[in-house]
Structure formats: C-alpha cells, structure tokens
C-alpha cells in the first residue's frame, strides 16, 4: 500500500512564498507519474503541476512562473515551491501518484493566502 504524506502548507501574505513536500512510503517517484493537485472551496480539483516517469514537467497556465515541482527520489519526496503566491492558490493542496493505472492520494495540506 502506498501512502504519501503532504506537509508545508500554511497561511501566508500575497506575493510570499511557501515549499510543499510530500513524502512516500516506498521508491516510487522516479518510475511513476507524480504530481500536485489543488481544490479550492466551491470549486473542482485542478492539477498544479506534474513529473512525468520520463521527467517531462507540466504546469497550470496559472501557476507557471511562479510555482516549481521537484523531486528527491533518494528522499522519496516530493516538492512544490511555491512563490508569488496570490490569494487565488488558496486551496487544499494534494499530493498524487499514479502506480500502474492506480491512483494515490494524501491527506491534503491547506494553503491560505491573505491579501
């Protein structure tokens, strides 16, 4: 069973910054999709940013420019840097991977941005 464990999130002023990190159970990412995923209140899942298992990189129209995805397969974490941030990114950000055509999903850490 896979688990994935998010942290880093928090309440924070517009134009500030904040890393999130999701930490595996097993090796996972350098084989596997990967990526982060917000839901805002009122509002649908929306994928932020992704790492394909060849490394290939995705981000929302929204977010590019601001926001970096990486990964530590040694640490079996993931991160999401995020700067600039806006009171829009106010979310509840997950964590998700996808290990032969299953998805996993964390628990979630919230993001608020004040203005």
């Known amino acids: 069973q896979v688990q994935l464990v998010e942290s880093g999130g928090g309440l924070v002023q517009a134009g500030g910054s904040l890393r999130l990190s999701c930490v595996a159970s097993g090796s996972i990412f350098s084989s596997n999709d990967i990526g982060w995923y917000r839901r805002a209140p009122g509002k649908g899942r929306e994928l932020v940013a992704d790492?394909?298992?060849?490394?290939?990189?995705y981000y929302a129209e929204s977010v590019k420019g601001r926001f970096t995805i990486s990964r530590d397969n040694a640490k079996n974490t993931l991160y999401l840097q995020m700067n600039s941030l806006k009171p829009e990114d106010t979310a509840m950000y997950y964590c998700a991977a996808t290990i032969r055509a299953v998805g996993y999903w964390g628990q979630g850490t919230q993001v608020t941005v004040s203005s």
């Open positions: 790492i394909s298992s060849s490394g290939r990189l």
